[in-house]
């Protein structure tokens, strides 16, 4: 990547920051959502996997759109956010299955957290260069993921419970 000229330069590497962002953030789903323990927990997991496959087509072809090359670029603050999911899930998950599925939540909210950001920050790019219809679509993504943000946390909410348990 070169340096961007132009905010649309901008917009370009953003999109494509997000499709490697996605891609990155559906494989790390995918595998938490085989060591859950939780049958609601891991039917948000599997639905959020086929919802960010979603997004990322829809990257791919907003990119076309644009005359832009539809390629995604490796997003560094993705590959961090899978790195610590995998760590805490996988490599040192705790044995106690509530316990696993608390940091599964904690983890898949973080990288809710930055697709929410991603993706209302490209919106706000594509209001500012007029291209209505991609904030239109970049916007539906963002309350997509707030929606999955949201039940995640009525999910988390049972943390209260365990605690209680442990004290």
Known sequence: ??????????Y???IKDLWSANDQMAKSVKAMAGRVH???LKQTLESSYEGINKH???LK????????EAKPEKCMGMAGL?????????????EDGELLDIIVLSQYQRMCHYGISGFGTAATYAKALGKKDDEKILKSIVADI???????????EKTERV???AA
């Open 1 to 10: 990547m070169s340096s961007p000229e132009s905010l649309k330069d901008i």
């Open 12 to 14: 370009a590497d953003e």
């Open 38 to 40: 939780d049958a609601k």
């Open 56 to 58: 990322a087509d829809t």
């Open 61 to 68: 072809g907003l990119l076309e759109k644009n005359d832009e």
């Open 82 to 94: 899978t790195s610590e999911a995998e760590k805490h899930t996988a490599k040192e998950a705790p």
């Open 146 to 156: 707030y929606q999955a943000d949201e039940y995640a946390t009525k999910l988390a």
């Open 163 to 165: 605690v209680a348990k």
